[in-house]
């Protein structure tokens, strides 16, 4: 099981990021995926959550309106489109997946498995 992010970088304020989290050694369409961040001297955080089917989908009530997580599990991907973005979504962000058919969740420690993280860094 591998996941690998992608699509960081630096955006000024109110800018626009897609991020991707593209699996291998396994198909999605059985897993939850979850994006989660880490800004500096903070904790990591949940951020967004879609499930297997893509029927449930949580988000953090600080990126509502602004943020929209998709997948297609055609290509083993799953996406976190990133609109309106802040100073405060600087952070290294993370996709994380479970082998479940459960409701979709910000719960890190429901992960078992993690990607190496992507810099997302939003400053003028």
């Known amino acids: 099981v591998q996941l690998v992010e992608s699509g960081g970088g630096l955006v000024q304020p109110g800018g626009s990021l897609r991020l991707s989290c593209a699996a291998s050694?396994?198909?999605?369409?059985?897993?939850?995926i979850g994006w989660f961040r880490q800004a500096p001297g903070k904790e990591r955080e949940g951020v967004s959550c879609i499930n297997s089917r893509g029927g449930s989908i949580a988000y953090a009530d600080s990126v509502k309106g602004r943020f929209t997580i998709s997948r297609d599990n055609s290509k083993n991907t799953v996406y976190l489109q990133m609109n309106s973005l802040r100073p405060e979504d600087t952070a290294v962000y993370y996709c994380?997946?479970?082998?479940?058919?459960?409701?979709?969740?910000?719960?890190?420690?429901?992960?078992?498995?993690w990607g190496q993280g992507t810099q997302v860094t939003v400053s003028s």
């Open positions: 994380a997946t479970v082998e479940s058919y459960d409701k979709a969740s910000l719960l890190e420690n429901e992960f078992d498995y």
């Open positions: 050694g396994f198909t999605l369409d059985c897993w939850l």
